[in-house]
């Protein structure tokens, strides 16, 4: 790794699999090459290690924080993979919700519907929705 802390990274790499799950974060790690390798290093060292190893505010908190924010900023490819992460962090159904309602209060109607859509698949594929709803 070189720049980083390894002892930083390590804890980030625990935090990041808890989160978004071993399998997902093993097959980014795997992904990895000489050009994005540094940057993948980098930001679990940083956002997860330094950010979320940070225990003032709980993980089911800042996966809530997280959504509320990547919803703002509609980068809902990150949002689909923090979805999962919140369900993963105890974060219910009825508070998604409640975190969308927000983001289309402050943010509009159509980010909160592409939030709605995201959420109702990674809820269906979750087994915390039916398949069948609209």
Same mark, same amino acid.
């Given at each position: +790794?070189?720049?980083?802390?390894?002892?930083?990274?390590?804890?980030?790499?625990? =935090?990041?699999?808890?989160?978004?799950?071993?399998?997902?974060?093993?097959?980014?790690?795997?992904?990895?090459?000489?050009?994005?390798?540094?940057?993948?290093?980098?930001?679990?060292?940083?956002?997860?290690?330094?950010?979320?190893?940070?225990?003032?505010?709980?993980?089911?908190? =800042?996966? +809530? +924080?997280?959504?509320?924010?990547?919803?703002?900023?509609?980068? +809902?490819?990150?949002?689909?993979?923090?979805?999962?992460?919140?369900?993963?962090?105890?974060?219910?159904?009825e508070?998604? =919700?409640?975190?969308?309602?927000?983001?289309?209060i402050?943010?509009?109607?159509?980010?909160?519907?592409?939030?709605?859509?995201?959420?109702?698949?990674?809820?269906?594929?979750?087994?915390?929705?039916?398949?069948?709803?609209?």
């Amino acid at each position: +790794m070189g720049t980083f802390d390894e002892e930083l990274f390590e804890a980030g790499l625990n =935090r990041r699999k808890a989160t978004l799950g071993t399998e997902y974060v093993e097959r980014n790690l795997a992904a990895a090459d000489d050009f994005t390798r540094p940057f993948q290093e980098a930001m679990t060292a940083w956002c997860w290690g330094f950010g979320w190893g940070d225990d003032t505010i709980d993980a089911k908190t =800042r996966s +809530m +924080m997280n959504l509320s924010m990547i919803g703002a900023l509609g980068k +809902m490819h990150e949002w689909e993979v923090h979805c999962r992460g919140a369900l993963n962090n105890g974060v219910s159904v009825e508070e998604i =919700r409640a975190i969308i309602h927000v983001i289309g209060i402050y943010c509009g109607v159509p980010q909160a519907l592409d939030c709605f859509r995201v959420a109702r698949k990674v809820l269906q594929e979750a087994g915390h929705l039916p398949d069948n709803e609209p």
